[in-house]
């Protein structure tokens, strides 16, 4: 219980912070984004108005026969595309990204890029994380000559002969 209980406060703490990035932006209209397991809705709300410029989503019917299935990655930037031109056709350029609780991952990255490719503005794309180096090997120490074997003193020559 302790895991979802934590899964579900850091989802409600995601949503807060997007929330509050959106409303500093509150000149744009903003895509909002919903996903669930087999389809992914995008729709562009115009807050100050109060109405929905555009919207997109896997169930209708221009994008049906191009989506075999719904909720992958390929759907989600042909939804993203759909969304983009329908929202250019109304006069839209510029809007917020509104993910909602969802990370910028997977299939809503895949909307996000594929609007941003057709021509909607959704602001400066997240930078991607530099991959990590791999640490250097450390180099062993040179190996000293292995010493010679000793040479027996004289006295023992003598006896051995």
């Not at 562009?44 to 209708?60: E, F, N, P, Q």
């Not at 759907?75 to 250019?88: D, F, T």
């Not at 791999?134 to 190996?143: I, L, Q, R, T, V």
């Amino acid at each position: 219980m302790k895991h979802a209980k934590r899964l579900s406060r850091q989802r409600q703490r995601r949503c807060w912070r997007v929330s509050n990035k959106i409303k500093a932006h509150s000149t744009r209209p903003r895509l909002a984004v919903f996903r669930s397991h087999k389809h992914i809705y995008a729709q562009i709300i115009d807050d100050m108005a109060g109405r929905t410029v555009a919207s997109a989503s896997t169930l209708d019917k221009e994008l049906r026969p191009a989506v075999t299935y719904g909720g992958n990655k390929a759907a989600a930037a042909a939804v993203g595309k759909a969304i983009a031109q329908r929202a250019l056709a109304a006069g839209v350029t510029k809007v917020a990204f509104d993910r909602r609780q969802y990370k910028y991952h997977g299939r809503v990255a895949a909307l996000a890029d594929a609007a941003r490719d057709a021509g909607l503005d959704l602001g400066a794309k997240p930078p991607a994380p530099e991959p990590k180096a791999a640490p250097e090997p450390k180099k062993k120490p040179a190996k000293k000559p292995a010493k010679k074997p000793a040479k027996e003193p004289a006295a023992a020559e003598a006896g051995k002969e």
